[in-house]
Nanobody, 128 residues
Framework: VQLVESGGGSVQAGGSLRLSCAYS????????VGWFRQPPGKEREGLGC???????????DYVDSVTGRFTISADDRKNTVYLQINGLTPDDTAQYFC???????????????????WGQGTQVTVSS
């Protein structure tokens, strides 16, 4: 199992970024891919995830604290999950990670800290 994030960078407040998570080696028929972030000096937090049944993406689920500025989408053919972030603020500065988990319905795994396979992360830095 391998997950590789990309798309991070340094942006000014108010800008947007689309992060990508390319995954491979998933042998499970049903699985979830989640997005997380870890701000400097803080704990990692889950943002949302998308569940796949029979390798086909369903709708995304988000944690309650995530605003409409975050959108998760998936491209089944490219084995890639995206995180679109609009209206970036300095508080969005963090290392962003994606992770995978077996089984359908990824949201319980997201809130239960059950994701097992992690990417190396991509840094997002937002300046005011």
């Amino acid at each position: 199992v391998q997950l590789v994030e990309s798309g991070g960078g340094s942006v000014q407040a108010g800008g947007s970024l689309r992060l990508s998570c390319a995954y491979s080696g998933f042998t499970w028929p049903d699985y979830g891919v989640g997005w997380f972030r870890q701000p400097p000096g803080k704990e990692r937090e889950g943002l949302g995830c998308v569940s796949f049944r029979g390798r086909r993406a369903g709708s995304a689920d988000y944690v309650d604290s995530v605003t409409g500025r975050f959108t998760i989408s998936a491209d089944d053919r490219k084995n890639t999950v995206y995180l679109q972030i609009n209206g970036l603020t300095p508080d969005d500065t963090a290392q962003y990670f994606c992770a995978g988990v077996s089984g359908y319905a990824c949201y319980p795994a997201l809130v239960g800290n059950e994701f097992k396979s992690w990417g190396q992360g991509t840094q997002v830095t937002v300046s005011s």
